[in-house]
Antibody, heavy 120, light 109 residues
Framework: QVQLVESGGGLVKPGGSLRLSCTAS????????MTWIRQAPGKGLEWVSY????????NYADSVKGRFTISRDNAKSSLYVQMTSLRPEDTAVYYC?????????????WGQGTMVTVSS | QSVLTQPPSVSAAPGQKVTISCSGS????????VSWYQQLPGTAPKLLIY???KRPSGIPDRFSGSKSGTSATLGITGLRTGDEADYYC???????????FGEGTKLTV
């Protein structure tokens, strides 16, 4: 069965950096676009970034462009996001999700999420 | 403020039917597929509908999706208390070059 497990969340000071990881299993990882989606406490879903199966294509929300970098290691079935210059408004649960086959904008499997808190 | 507009809340009695609307524009819903997600309290979102009206394996046919012009609708029949959740629509916005979600609708049964 498909599983996605995020890790790496925690408390970080404004201006700091953090790297989140997502380990996938149960499917051929390299065949799918993967994405990061976040949810601030008590708020709705916000798409953050996606990456194609071969890492050829990436895209970012304007709110994180220039500060976040998405990457993947298909040999390890792992997805990453390097977050720098963190701001309090980046505080959220970060989910990794798999895009449906042939799509970049529908997501059929989600991890349980990892909490990132940006505060002094 | 999202480019996709959903009602903040809807309610209906057990066994009844409810619809949740998602209104957008020609840069998003009007020219892209719509997906719908259910988020039960304290859990990750779950895909209910993709490509406007397709259900993933394991999603009961009580859930349906439709799209007309720049609006989409999620329908749920035979409501159960276990359907109480937040529901989100999502799509691609060509003007923003980004995936966008509605602000969510809280369903009370």
């Amino acid at each position: 069965q498909v599983q996605l497990v995020e890790s790496g969340g925690g408390l970080v000071k404004p201006g700091g950096s953090l790297r989140l990881s997502c380990t996938a299993s149960g499917f051929t990882f390299s065949d799918f676009y993967m994405t990061w989606i976040r949810q601030a406490p008590g708020k709705g879903l916000e798409w953050v970034s996606y990456i194609s199966g071969t890492s050829t294509f990436t895209n970012y929300a304007d709110s994180v462009k220039g500060r976040f970098t998405i990457s993947r290691d298909n040999a390890k079935s792992s997805l990453y996001v390097q977050m720098t210059s963190l701001r309090p408004e980046d505080t959220a649960v970060y989910y990794c999700a798999r895009a449906t086959s042939g799509s970049t904008d529908a997501f059929d499997f989600w991890g349980q999420g990892t909490m990132v808190t940006v505060s002094s | 403020q999202s480019v996709l507009t959903q009602p903040p809340s809807v309610s209906a009695a057990p066994g009844q039917k409810v619809t949740i609307s998602c209104s957008g524009s020609s840069s998003n819903i009007g020219n892209s597929y719509v997906s719908w997600y259910q988020q039960l309290p304290g859990t990750a979102p779950k895909l209910l509908i993709y490509d406007n009206n397709k259900r993933p394996s394991g999603i009961p046919d009580r859930f349906s999706g439709s799209k007309s012009g720049t609006s989409a609708t999620l329908g749920i029949t035979g409501l159960r208390t276990g359907d109480e959740a937040d529901y989100y629509c999502g799509t691609w916005d060509a003007s923003l070059s980004a995936v966008v979600f509605g602000e969510g609708t809280k369903l009370t049964v």
